[in-house]
């Protein structure tokens, strides 16, 4: 099976011997694992844990300096898949890290909030961390060729890019459906924060309904008859998820920028019409405009993370109403 070539791939080559463990977060299925063994086998092989397995995730709980070593063996890189599923995970990495410091550690986790609470203070200077998104557009071309890639771009604007649909677009709609049902939160609903679960798949649709308008949270509590502090709540958690991002409006003491509503955005156009189970090609639909900025938007984060850019994005609305989309903040200065 062929697999396409990540950006990420360069960046994780490049700190492989860096004596950091390397965390990458994203999304289930955007394809953080096959790049990873990938990685790990070109470098002589690897002992994997799954954190999505019992019998693995009982190994690695609790587990001594010991048995670290007795598990180990004579493997120079543990891979830990799935990480944000094991207690205390981030003590265990931090044992491995600083009792045996021969041994290469890259993590991965589809949950920022999980993981942060985990490995953020026992890693405290032991690792680098980034995040891998589903398939970029000049991914994509590099894989495709510019001529292919434009010719099905209409495909790729409603189905999105997750790996999977890509490889199978006549099989697309069906992928999108359990991506949906299936992965897309899967590690969130077990979160003690969801206290209303069934808020969730309903916030979701209120925010596929409104890519490209400013969300105002006041109206989603009441449409949603929850309080305005579980909106904001709920969306964080979402984006702690790999679902949506936000975009701030731009304000530096500018009598003209009004806006403290937000915009909310999908990282896939593909799961946002799955949401919607909206399908429908381009010249059929009422929202080719929320599709393009969407996307747009997505792509750009994409090449910023992957960039490890330091500057803020927003979008701008005055009170005359005129608007740009997105802008970029980098020194001082807006792009």
Known sequence: ???????LKITLNNEWDSGKVLIILGPRQVGKTTLIKGICEKNGGFLFFNGDDYEDKMLLTDASENKLRLLIGNHKTV?????QKIKDIGTTLKVIHDRIPDVRVIVSGSSALDIANSVNEPLTGRKWEHQLFPISWNELIKFQGYKEVRKNLNHHLVFGMYPEVLMNPFKAEDILKELANSYLYKDLLQLD???KPEVI???LLALALQVGAEINYNELSNSLRIDRVTVENYISLLEKAFIVFRLHPFA????????????????DNGIRNAILRNYLPLENRQDVGA????????EKIKIRSYQKWNGR????RTYAQQEIDYIEESNGNLS
């Not at 891979?79 to 990480?83: K, W």
């Not at 530096?252 to 990282?267: A, L, M, Q, W």
């Not at 599709?291 to 997505?298: D, G, K, Q, S, Y």
């Not at 994005?313 to 701008?316: L, R, T």
């Open 1 to 7: 099976m062929k697999y396409i070539e990540r950006n």
């Open 79 to 83: 891979f830990v898949d799935e990480a």
């Open 193 to 195: 924060a969801i206290r």
């Open 201 to 203: 798949d309903k916030l």
């Open 252 to 267: 530096k003491n500018v009598r003209n920028e009004i806006s403290t509503n937000r915009k909310v955005y999908f990282y």
């Open 291 to 298: 599709l393009w900025e969407n996307f747009l938007i997505a």
């Open 313 to 316: 994005n927003y979008f701008w």
